[in-house]
């Protein structure tokens, strides 16, 4: 019994899986916060290139990954599917356990998936420069390696207090050739606005969105090379291009004749669950037997307990409405940290499947999250991110459950990434300073009260 399942370079996927072809339900449509008309592809000309905005709408269930784009995912892919041998033993329990690597590429999680086509698009289309937003960096990082690939500049509004406090990424991206400031910053208005009022912001996600933004739409008016903004997780598009991993894992488990249980992703805009899941879910539409889980953390509970709702995506309220699971946009999570799942929303695709009964969704615990990737990196030996720690999480419960019904279970995981440059993360876990925290139940409906008059999606 291997434990990695390689695939060779030729087994590469040469087509992304888009999940809109074979969805019980459709989609709602994206509304025009105004007019609370849904959304046309020119709305979204101004901020994205019209071949992403046309992947974005598309409802072919197969689309074509272009060879300039294979090549460069060439450069880390086909990713290993690992069988957790030593895990296993550990456990003593009925399960096997595969989990696909994605922290080998060179940004070390499934993030550069998407940052090579959308670079790649951008490019094509006559785009010069990426604005984009990061949080701990995770997404910056792979845009600004992939722009370096492409030839293209990169300019990442990265959330003040990560800036300050996780330098690593943030040189990472130097090293890539991205230029790197801090948000809120005074070189957008939405910045200058939130530092009039408070001008030791710590900053937030949803602000380094809007500033993205406003440099993206502002940029030919203002004299810049012609520039575009780019999105780490949520939209169709993204997870779309994330599918690679799931039919990788599926060419790989054939090779070794298993089909998975159970399928299990982190899930903080959706997009890593979503690449892992959709080919599965593809199946189970189609009558195969397989439980799905999206694991989200108890702190900032969006599939848990965020009604289904149109919400905007950002703080500022400059994006579309988009039907989804949300906690409200002015929901400012715990700072846990797993911070690529602090986020107020879930990818509309990800929300409607959950609606259909097709993905469960599961809220853990942060103290068992690190315990779990203690447990994994003293068995396994790789150090996960502290957002990968949650489906590690599950995966341990699913384990425990099995030895207790009996039942002999086949669990895939996806490790969207690994932690060496989160070992502060690691560092406050074995100091004991982090804590578990759950979101009271007046929070969250307070900060539902902000999309009182909003249109409400069908159920
Ligand atoms: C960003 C990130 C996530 C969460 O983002 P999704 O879009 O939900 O996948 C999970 N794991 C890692 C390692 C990340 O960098």
Same mark, same amino acid.
């Given at each position: 019994?291997?434990?990695?399942?390689?695939?060779?370079?030729?087994?590469?996927?040469?087509?992304?899986?888009?999940?809109?072809?074979?969805?019980?339900?459709?989609?709602?449509?994206?509304?025009?916060?105004?007019?609370?008309?849904?959304?046309?592809?020119?709305?979204?000309?101004?901020?994205?290139?019209?071949?992403?905005?046309?992947?974005?709408?598309?409802?072919?269930?197969?689309?074509?990954?272009?060879?300039?784009?294979?090549?460069?995912?060439?450069?880390?892919?086909?990713?290993?599917?690992?069988?957790?041998?030593?895990?296993?033993?550990?456990?003593?329990?009925?399960?096997?356990?595969?989990?696909?690597?994605?922290?080998?590429?060179?940004?070390?999680?499934?993030?550069?998936?998407?940052?090579?086509?959308?670079?790649?698009?951008?490019?094509?289309?006559?785009?010069?420069?990426?604005?984009?937003?990061?949080?701990?960096?995770?997404?910056?990082?792979?845009?600004?390696?992939?722009?370096?690939?492409?030839?293209?500049?990169?300019?990442?509004?990265?959330?003040?207090?990560?800036?300050?406090?996780?330098?690593?990424?943030?040189?990472?991206?130097?090293?890539?050739?991205?230029?790197?400031?801090?948000s809120p910053s005074t070189e957008t208005e939405a910045g200058r606005k939130v530092l009039a009022l408070d001008p030791?912001s710590?900053?937030?996600?949803?602000i380094?969105?809007s500033e +993205?933004?406003e440099d &993206?739409?502002?940029?030919?008016?203002?004299? =810049?090379?012609?520039?575009?903004?780019? !999105?780490? $997780?949520? *939209?169709?598009?993204?997870?779309?291009?994330?599918?690679?991993?799931?039919?990788?894992?599926?060419?790989?488990?054939?090779?070794?004749?298993?089909?998975?249980?159970?399928?299990?992703?982190?899930?903080?805009?959706?997009?890593?669950?979503?690449?892992?899941?959709?080919?599965?879910?593809?199946?189970?539409?189609?009558?195969?037997?397989?439980?799905?889980?999206?694991?989200?953390?108890?702190?900032?509970?969006?599939?848990?307990?965020?009604?289904?709702?149109?919400?905007?995506?950002?703080?500022m309220?400059?994006?579309?409405?988009?039907?989804?699971?949300?906690?409200?946009? +002015?929901?400012?999570? &715990?700072?846990?940290?797993?911070?690529?799942? =602090?986020?107020?929303?879930?990818?509309? !695709?990800? $929300?409607? *499947?959950?609606?259909?009964?097709?993905?469960?969704?599961?809220?853990?615990?942060?103290?068992?999250?690190?315990?779990?990737?203690?447990?994994?990196?003293?068995?396994?030996?790789?150090?996960?991110?502290?957002?990968?720690?949650?489906?590690?999480?599950?995966?341990?419960?699913?384990?425990?459950?099995?030895?207790?019904?009996?039942?002999?279970?086949?669990?895939?995981?996806?490790?969207?990434?690994?932690?060496?440059?989160?070992?502060?993360?690691?560092?406050?876990?074995?100091?004991?300073?982090?804590?578990?925290?759950?979101?009271?139940?007046?929070?969250?409906?307070?900060?539902?009260?902000?999309?009182?008059?909003?249109?409400?999606?069908?159920?």
């Amino acid at each position: 019994m291997p434990v990695k399942i390689f695939l060779n370079e030729d087994e590469i996927p040469r087509e992304w899986y888009n999940i809109a072809a074979d969805m019980p339900t459709p989609m709602q449509p994206p509304l025009h916060p105004g007019t609370h008309q849904p959304v046309g592809p020119e709305d979204l000309a101004p901020v994205f290139p019209m071949n992403l905005i046309e992947q974005e709408v598309s409802t072919e269930r197969w689309i074509k990954i272009p060879d300039q784009v294979l090549d460069k995912l060439l450069l880390w892919r086909p990713t290993p599917l690992y069988r957790a041998v030593n895990l296993e033993k550990f456990l003593n329990c009925p399960v096997k356990i595969y989990y696909k690597n994605e922290g080998v590429s060179p940004a070390g999680s499934h993030k550069p998936n998407t940052a090579i086509p959308q670079a790649y698009y951008n490019k094509v289309f006559g785009v010069k420069r990426i604005a984009t937003e990061t949080g701990a960096g995770q997404w910056g990082s792979a845009l600004s390696f992939a722009c370096s690939q492409f030839g293209l500049e990169a300019k990442v509004y990265m959330v003040r207090i990560s800036y300050e406090q996780k330098p690593y990424r943030r040189l990472m991206m130097n090293t890539w050739g991205a230029t790197c400031v801090p948000s809120p910053s005074t070189e957008t208005e939405a910045g200058r606005k939130v530092l009039a009022l408070d001008p030791n912001s710590p900053g937030s996600l949803g602000i380094a969105i809007s500033e +993205a933004v406003e440099d &993206a739409v502002t940029s030919e008016a203002q004299g =810049r090379p012609l520039t575009r903004y780019a !999105l780490g $997780s949520v *939209l169709n598009h993204v997870l779309l291009h994330q599918t690679i991993i799931g039919l990788e894992a599926q060419k790989q488990l054939a090779q070794v004749g298993d089909y998975p249980d159970i399928v299990i992703g982190c899930a903080g805009g959706g997009s890593n669950f979503a690449g892992i899941s959709f080919p599965f879910v593809r199946d189970k539409i189609a009558g195969k037997q397989v439980q799905i889980i999206a694991v989200e953390p108890m702190s900032c509970p969006t599939m848990t307990r965020g009604p289904f709702l149109y919400d905007f995506g950002d703080t500022m309220q400059m994006t579309p409405l988009l039907p989804m699971h949300t906690l409200g946009h +002015a929901f400012i999570p &715990a700072p846990v940290h797993a911070g690529g799942l =602090r986020y107020h929303g879930m990818a509309p !695709l990800v $929300s409607q *499947l959950i609606l259909d009964g097709l993905v469960e969704p599961r809220a853990v615990y942060q103290l068992d999250t690190f315990k779990a990737g203690v447990t994994w990196a003293r068995t396994e030996g790789f150090i996960s991110a502290p957002e990968t720690n949650h489906a590690l999480a599950a995966v341990f419960q699913e384990a425990k459950k099995a030895k207790e019904e009996g039942k002999e279970k086949v669990i895939l995981v996806n490790w969207s990434g690994h932690g060496l440059v989160d070992l502060a993360a690691y560092d406050a876990f074995f100091q004991g300073k982090l804590v578990d925290y759950e979101m009271p139940q007046d929070e969250i409906e307070l900060a539902l009260k902000a999309l009182e008059g909003f249109p409400k999606p069908n159920f």
